[in-house]
């Protein structure tokens, strides 16, 4: 069964530190597909980037970047140089190829605060 | 565009009492999902449904049912309400066939629901 962890229950950093989030996942499927997902406080999930399995390239976009390593069957999230409106919690989520429906399964979700 | 829709926002319902949670989607998505947000364990699939007329169990289906009798509408109802029932419920819809490189299963914005 696919399985996501998200260690990181709450990380708390000050305006401008780096933060990484760490997403471990567990898959049978040999094809699958990874996302990140953002809920700020106001409540909404907002998708932040999918990634295909057979696609190992890291991705950067602005502030953020995305480190994807199948031999350790990891998907960290880096936030350079935080700003508050960074305050939000993050989800990390998989879906297998194979399983019907394109179903998503969701990490605990790490929160993090930013303060000024 | 409006997107996915829930109705209604908040509810607060008593013990034993039935109610139905409303997904409308105007993106001519073949999938929909329910699912639900509980602290620290992220978001966990209710039901989803892969067409009209078709819905299957996700990973906690009991003491809900859902209907899709039209492609732009999902419901998902409670026949006799638990306090373990309150959480935020969203509905999210998504294409069949993940295509794009970044396409996401889209977001609700909730319904906040309690049981007392």
């Known amino acids: 069964a696919q399985k996501v962890t998200q260690a990181q229950t709450e990380i708390s950093v000050v305006e401008k530190e780096d933060v990484t989030l760490d997403c471990v996942y567990e898959?049978?499927?040999?094809?699958?597909?990874l996302f990140w997902y953002k809920q700020p406080p106001s409540g909404e999930l907002v998708f932040l980037i999918r990634r295909n399995s057979f696609d190992e390239q890291n991705e950067i976009s602005g502030r953020y970047s995305w480190n994807f390593q199948k031999s350790t069957s990891s998907f960290n999230f880096t936030i350079t140089a935080s700003q508050v409106v960074d305050s939000a919690v993050y989800f990390c989520a998989l879906s297998e190829a194979k399983a019907a429906g394109n179903k998503l399964t969701f990490g605990g979700g790490t929160r993090v605060l930013v303060k000024p | 565009n409006a997107g996915v829709t829930q109705t209604p926002k908040f509810r607060v319902l008593k013990t034993g009492q039935s109610m139905t949670l409303l997904c409308a989607q105007d993106?001519?998505?073949?999938?929909m999902y329910w699912y639900r947000q509980d602290p620290g364990m992220g978001l966990r699939l209710i039901h989803y449904?892969?067409?009209?007329?078709?819905?299957a169990k996700g990973e906690v289906p009991d003491g809900y049912n859902v209907s899709r009798l039209k492609k732009q509408n999902f419901l998902l109802g409670l026949e006799s309400a638990a306090p373990s029932q309150t959480s935020v419920y969203f509905c999210?819809?998504?294409?069949?066939?993940?295509?794009?490189?970044?396409?996401?299963?889209?977001f609700g914005d909730g319904t906040r629901l309690s049981i007392l």
């Open positions: 999210a819809s998504s294409y069949a066939v993940l295509q794009s490189r970044n396409q996401p299963q889209h």
């Open positions: 449904s892969v067409g009209e007329g078709t819905t």
């Open positions: 898959t049978r499927d040999t094809t699958y597909y």
């Open positions: 993106m001519n998505h073949e999938y």
